[in-house]
């Protein structure tokens, strides 16, 4: 039904700035949240952030005060400005949304429905 489309991926120094982008393409759906996830090899996926709609912001404490969420709700994309990057920070980043209602933003990976393919992010030192 939905998918999503991520860009913004890249080879990146420490200490520099990435911009991610994801928008769902196909019809148009109420999406309730917009968030993303990181998995960096041999760990499990994690949280990093997510913008709920009505008005919620979480971010995990590894990026707090460096990431930046943001969404377009007209465009129905989420972006994440990532500045002050470290090479911790080099992982598969997802694009995950969700049709599910809830208040307030979650972090766990099972109330998304939508998932992006991931796009690469390398920091290097």
């Known amino acids: 039904q939905v998918q999503l489309v991520e860009s913004g991926g890249g080879l990146v120094q420490a200490g520099g700035s990435l911009r991610l982008s994801c928008a769902p393409s196909?019809?148009?759906?109420?999406?309730?949240?917009m968030g993303w996830f990181r998995q960096a090899p041999g760990k499990d996926r994690e949280f990093v952030a997510a913008?709920?709609?009505?008005?919620?912001?979480i971010y995990s404490d590894s990026v707090k005060g460096r990431f930046t969420i943001s969404r377009d709700s007209a465009k129905n994309t989420v972006y994440l400005q990532m500045s002050s990057l470290k090479p911790e920070d080099t992982a598969v980043y997802y694009c995950?949304?969700?049709?599910?209602?809830?208040?307030?933003?979650?972090?766990?990976?099972?109330?998304?429905?939508?998932w992006g393919q991931g796009t690469q992010v390398t920091v290097s030192s």
């Open positions: 913008y709920w709609s009505g008005g919620s912001i």
């Open positions: 995950a949304t969700s049709t599910y209602y809830s208040r307030t933003a979650s972090t766990g990976d099972g109330d998304y429905n939508y």
């Open positions: 196909g019809r148009t759906v109420s999406l309730y949240g």
